[in-house]
């Protein structure tokens, strides 16, 4: 099972800032994902990385940025906030089939 | 195109009921995994179990057990003697059985809501 951590868990942030969600995790898994779930309750996957300098986007268009520059940190970012980036974002890793999730970040742009 | 359904969106019972929760998927592959996650309140998303397409044994783990049955594209999930501290919303999930990168796809979730 991976230890992986969010922070912040909770952030509220006025709109036009920019902000980095923070991920890690300390069991050397390759792949890494951001899923993004809206008050609806749905998870929807929005980046995904194989390894180090491997990233790409997911199923739900986002406009957040994500890099993978060490193998344990994954660091999702928005340049300027918005309303509509009103959301938990999810952070996981896995290894041999099975992702892991860490605690999420509840983002509010007001 | 995968797809989960879970149609239940809410249940409530009453402590030591038991409850059983419903999924449907739909998928071409031939291989694939299906899992159960649990979200608390507390918001993270707790592993629960994984399993194989090609393997239908049913699986037990103290409270809870799982059903996953091919031939109806259904992987149910029963808690037995429910416990106020299973209250939650409970996801199922759908990937390819890819060595490696797993993109899940999830079902909306059904909330349990379990009283003393």
């Known amino acids: 099972e991976a230890d992986i951590y969010q922070t912040p868990r909770y952030l509220v942030i006025g709109t036009g800032k920019k902000i980095t969600l923070e991920c890690s995790q300390t069991?050397?898994?390759?792949?890494m994902y951001w899923y993004q779930q809206d008050p609806g309750m749905e998870l929807h996957l929005i980046h995904y990385?194989?390894?180090?300098?491997?990233?790409e986007k997911g199923d739900l268009s986002s406009e957040s940025t994500v890099s993978r520059i060490r193998t344990e940190h994954f660091p999702l970012t928005l340049e300027s906030a918005r309303p509509s980036h009103t959301s938990q974002y999810l952070c996981?890793?896995?290894?041999?089939?099975?992702?892991?999730f860490g605690q999420g970040t509840r983002l509010t742009v007001v | 195109a995968q797809k989960v359904t879970q149609a239940q969106t809410e249940i409530s019972v009453v402590e030591k009921e038991d409850v059983t929760l419903d999924c449907v998927y739909e998928t071409r592959d031939t291989t694939y995994y299906l899992f159960w996650y649990k979200q608390p309140p507390s918001g993270e998303l707790v592993f629960l179990i994984r399993r194989n397409s090609f393997d239908e044994q049913n699986e037990i783990s103290g409270r809870y057990s799982w059903n996953f049955q091919k031939s109806t594209s259904s992987f149910n999930f029963t808690i037995t003697a429910s416990q106020v501290v299973d209250s939650a919303v409970y996801f199922c999930?759908?990937?390819?059985?890819?060595?490696?990168?797993?993109?899940?796809?999830f079902g909306t979730g059904t909330r349990l809501l379990v009283s003393p």
């Open positions: 996981a890793s896995s290894e041999g089939g099975t992702p892991f």
């Open positions: 069991m050397g898994h390759d792949k």
């Open positions: 999930a759908l990937s390819e059985a890819k060595v490696g990168f797993q993109k899940l796809v």
């Open positions: 990385s194989y390894g180090v300098n491997s990233t």
